[in-house]
C-alpha cells in the first residue's frame, strides 16, 4: 500500500514567487492535515480537511497560505507570495478515524527554502 | 493551551544501555498522547499511543512509554538501545478525537556502539 507522499521533496524559490505543494494522501483516508516545522522548533498544525471541507484551519499563518482539497482526494497548499520566514519543512498526514484515536501516517515532508 | 515540553534537545547513550526520552504535557480533559520517530531523510513515523486504559503502553521496535497522570508526564523508554534507534523523536498530544496534534520541540536520540 502506498503511504503518504509529497510533492516536491524540496523547492528553493525567491522572496515573492509563488509555491504549491501536493500532498496525496493514502487511499481512502478522509482526514487529511498540514503542518509545518521551522528550523529546530516544534512542529505545527497548519490545517485539519475531512473529505474536501476545512475541518479546522486554526494554524494557518495568514492569507497568503491557501490549502486546496478538491474532491476529497489530494491536497494542495499555496503559499502567494512567499516570505523568508516561510521556510521550513510542510508536512502532510493522513488518517482514517479521527486522528486522536487512530494514529496518522505522515509524509516525507517539502522543505521549502524561501531566498 | 495545549502544549508539550521535550526538556532535552538531545539524549546519548551507549548501545545497550537502557534509554529515555522525556515528554510533559499541559492539556486541558484527558488527553491522547502519541510518540513519533523521524528517521534522515525519511517522514515521521508512528511508534506508539496512549489513549486510555493501561498506564504502559508498548510500541514498535521495542519503545514503550508511560502515562503518568500527576505529573503529566509521557515518557519513551527502550530497555536496551540500538545504533539504529539514533533519530529524531517527537511527542505529541491531542485533546480531541480527530483533533489537531500538538508536538513537542524534538529530541535527538544520539546511540554510539
Known amino acids: 500500500e502506498a503511504g503518504v507522499t509529497q510533492f516536491p521533496s524540496h523547492s528553493v524559490i525567491e522572496k515573492g514567487q509563488t509555491v504549491t505543494l501536493r500532498c496525496d494522501p493514502i487511499?481512502?483516508?478522509?482526514?487529511l492535515y498540514w503542518y509545518r516545522r521551522v528550523m529546530g522548533k516544534e512542529i505545527k498544525f497548519l490545517l485539519h480537511?475531512?473529505?474536501?471541507?476545512?475541518?479546522?484551519e486554526s494554524g494557518m499563518p495568514n492569507n497568503r497560505f491557501l490549502a486546496e482539497r478538491t474532491g476529497g482526494t489530494y491536497s494542495t497548499l499555496k503559499v502567494q507570495p512567499a516570505e523568508l520566514e516561510d521556510s521550513g519543512v510542510y508536512f502532510c498526514?493522513?488518517?482514517?478515524?479521527?486522528?486522536?484515536?487512530?494514529?496518522?501516517?505522515f509524509g516525507q515532508g517539502t522543505r521549502l527554502t524561501v531566498v | 493551551a495545549q502544549s508539550v515540553a521535550q526538556p532535552e534537545d538531545q539524549v546519548n547513550v551507549a548501545e545497550g544501555n537502557p534509554l529515555t526520552v522525556k515528554c510533559t504535557y499541559s492539556?486541558?480533559?484527558?488527553?491522547?498522547l502519541f510518540w513519533y520517530v523521524q528517521y534522515p531523510n525519511r517522514g515521521l513515523q508512528f511508534l506508539l499511543k496512549y489513549i486510555t486504559g493501561d498506564n504502559l503502553v508498548k510500541g514498535s521496535y521495542g519503545f514503550e512509554a508511560e502515562f503518568n497522570k500527576s505529573q503529566t508526564s509521557f515518557h519513551l523508554k527502550k530497555p536496551s538501545a540500538l545504533v539504529s534507534d539514533s533519530a529524531l523523536y517527537f511527542c505529541a498530544v491531542s485533546r480531541l478525537q480527530g483533533g489537531k496534534l500538538i508536538f513537542g520541540q524534538g529530541t535527538e536520540l544520539s546511540v554510539k556502539p
Open positions: 498526514a493522513s488518517s482514517q478515524g479521527g486522528q486522536g484515536n487512530t494514529e496518522a501516517f
Open positions: 487511499s481512502g483516508h478522509d482526514n
Open positions: 480537511f475531512v473529505k474536501e471541507s476545512k475541518q479546522d
Open positions: 492539556v486541558s480533559g484527558n488527553p491522547y
